[in-house]
């Protein structure tokens, strides 16, 4: 027999277990309780004989005894002994949290259990401490108000900050001021609700630069639900909330594009990105002018104006007299963290210039085109002399490519309408030159009738006596034909002459009106029976008159065309408009061949024409046109004989309506 063998038989072990500051029962493995320490009995308030049996599982809080159960029958059939969390109520009905230790006898069948109290107690707290001291994030204490009672050394290592500084915070400058007031109203909620809060702070590190941080914290409590504290826990995502703030710039800007905004607003917009995601700096975009000898201002939306004037039109110079220049000569970004001590720059005149405004260095970077040449310059200013960060020159690089495509984009748009309009100009010049038997009858008319009242004058003021009553009279006439050939001249000048777009508010009626003048003779020529119903009246639309004037003659002489064969019934021409909700129509309906179902996808595709002398591309610049003014070009076979054309045009006032929302 072993020393503590024969120790232990001298002993009496159940005056020991009684003794013991803690609780102690043993039981089967059924879960039959046989055995409770005078603790157990006194903490629980029952007697011995109450415990006995399944007596003793009366004292777990019911939430907890399912748990309890599916444990232990886990360790019974694992053999693994492990510790049980469970609530135990007390002699006065509260429950606190006890740590439950078991451990199995020899012959298997019978468990001894030690129950250690663990609500809250500075043992528990000890050990809690050093878990969050060993854990890779930044983690603490606060108490019941709020106030920081510890931080973990991660914390402490990460903001190079004491305890007492971490818990100053109002006035150590570690949360960012602008999140002071969100933060105390979330502290505010956390106290009186003792919800968890989950919010994004600005934290200020060593290196002086605020980061965004993930904070959160939740309540911890007693067994009764009582908060005794929170535990906070924060994550830096600063390089992810950076990233998703890149993304959905890039996302916005790029959408800014495919809708065609113009390229001033695009790269207003770019820069405002840029100053947003970059704090501190001051973002301008300057664009290569035609002759690449001039920059041309893009955008500059924070920059003030004086600053501005200095750069638009500003020479590009050879050599290193500015950094925009230099960028642009050599294709490649310059930097200057301080212009003032800079050796390349000190002294020169556009170091001056930065001086006067109050900026110290200056990051410019090439926007290079699809094939290679540089379009433009993003510029950017800051008041500090500091060179650009690793992330804030990844930034202002993914946002020079971006320019680069709306720059692009733009050149492509703008050299498209160009090509559009000289396009436009020459199917415009093709219809009028089918009409010169109608052009000459409209001119010569007014004409013959100026000869005619001039000879009839000249007799009535050669007769003696003069009839001066009939020269007057002949006169007016005279004028009035020369103003009736002053109309079809300008008539005509305005349908020939190669220029811009001009929008203007129009009256479709009038402009439909000035066509059927103008190829009246035209349509009499090829016996159309031209009936026109005009809506009136009818709301102006916005449009550029000449443009829509050409739409509304292509469609009369394609109609008087597809009737040129028809002998059997009347070649009917009829015009009319209509007022919608939200726009005014023209319909252009004939009596002639109609349309062939299988080439009506391809009717007012380029180049296509059933015409034997047609170019096929008067319906896809009509189609073209209308598109420009945000209307619909259309064409249906009719119920009966022919077929009709019509387009749309948005009111006005519709027009108005979406401009200001």
Known sequence: MRADEK?????????????????????????????????????????????????????????????????????????????????????????RWFTLRPSQSGDGDRWCWLGLYADESASTEARQRRLLDIMPVQAGFLDANCVLQFTNRQSLQDFGMSHAELEAWTKSGIIHADDHQSNIRNMTALRTTGEMVDQELRMLYPDGIYRWTRARCVPVRDAQGNVVRYLAIQVDVDDLKRAEDLLAAEVQVLERVARGEPLGQVLDALSRYVEKICPGC?????????????????????????????????????????????????????????????????????????????????????????SGEVSGIIAIHRRDPVAPRAQEQDVIDRFAKIAGIAIGRARTDEALSQARLELTHVARTATLSTMTASITHEVSQPISGILTNANTCARMLAADPPNLAGAAETVRRTIRDANRASEVIKRLRGMFAKRAPSMEALDLNEAAREVIAMCSAELRRSRAVLQTEFTEPVPAIHGDRVQLQQVILNLLLNAADAMAGIEDRPRTLRVRTEVGSESVKLLVRDSGVGLDPSAMKKLFEAFYTTKAHGLGIGLAISRSIIKSHRGQLWATANDGPGATFGFCIPRASELADSAVA
């Open 7 to 95: 120790a232990a038989i001298g002993i009496d072990l159940g005056k020991v277990v009684n003794a013991l500051p803690a609780l102690v029962w043993t039981t089967h493995g059924d879960g039959r309780g046989d055995f409770v320490n005078r603790y157990w009995c006194e903490y629980t308030g029952l007697g011995f004989e109450s415990a006995l049996d399944h007596g003793w599982q009366i004292a777990i809080h019911p939430d907890d005894l399912s748990a309890f159960q599916d444990g232990w029958r886990n360790i019974q059939l694992s053999g693994d002994a492990r510790e049980l969390d469970v609530r135990l109520r007390r002699f006065d009905g509260e429950y």
């Open 282 to 370: 001051f973002c301008s975009v300057l664009l290569i002018a035609p002759d690449a000898r001039h920059f041309e201002l893009g955008a500059a939306p924070s920059l003030p104006a004086s600053f501005n004037d200095l750069l638009e039109g500003r020479r590009i110079e050879l050599g290193r007299s500015d950094p925009y220049s230099t960028a642009f000569t050599e294709k490649s970004p310059i930097v200057i963290a301080d212009s003032a001590v800079d050796p390349g720059w000190k002294g020169s005149a556009w170091q001056s210039m930065m001086s006067r405004h109050g900026y110290a260095s200056c990051c410019s970077m090439p926007i290079t085109s699809g």
